[in-house]
């Protein structure tokens, strides 16, 4: 079964900075994508960093510079590492994970993943 638990979240200032972290257990495919989706209350679900198997990444506009995915095989973690946050990125982020996407492009959309964590709220407050 697979599972995904994402931390990290919380409360910051205009400028501050966050680590979320996302446990993965029971993945067993040796070839495969995951992704940072966030929604804010209203909105619907935007994908924000992606990372496949082949190291390949991909970032929506707004954050690109800012943030950035990682992955820790080793651990079976996926980060992102959040710098120079805004208001506007206040937001509840979720894990998502699946096989690989072969289609960089497709990584950020939401329809490419079956296995979702519950995400964790990150709020920035200006």
């Known amino acids: 079964q697979v599972q995904l638990v994402e931390s990290g979240g919380g409360s910051v200032q205009a400028g501050g900075s966050l680590r979320l972290s996302c446990k993965v257990s029971?993945?067993?495919?040796?070839?495969?994508?995951i992704a940072w989706f966030r929604q804010a209350v209203g909105k619907e679900r935007e994908g924000v960093a992606a990372?496949?198997?082949?190291?390949?990444?991909r970032y929506t506009e707004s954050v690109k510079g800012r943030l950035t995915i990682s992955l820790d095989n080793a651990k079976n973690t996926v980060y992102l590492q959040m710098n120079n946050l805004k208001p506007e990125d206040t937001a509840m982020y979720y894990c998502?994970?699946?096989?690989?996407?072969?289609?960089?492009?497709?990584?950020?959309?939401?329809?490419?993943?079956?296995?979702w964590g519950p995400g964790t709220q990150v709020t920035v407050s200006s």
């Open positions: 998502a994970a699946d096989e690989y996407v072969p289609l960089v492009v497709h990584r950020l959309l939401p329809a490419a993943y079956n296995y």
């Open positions: 029971g993945f067993t495919y040796d070839k495969y994508c």
């Open positions: 990372i496949g198997s082949d190291g390949k990444t």
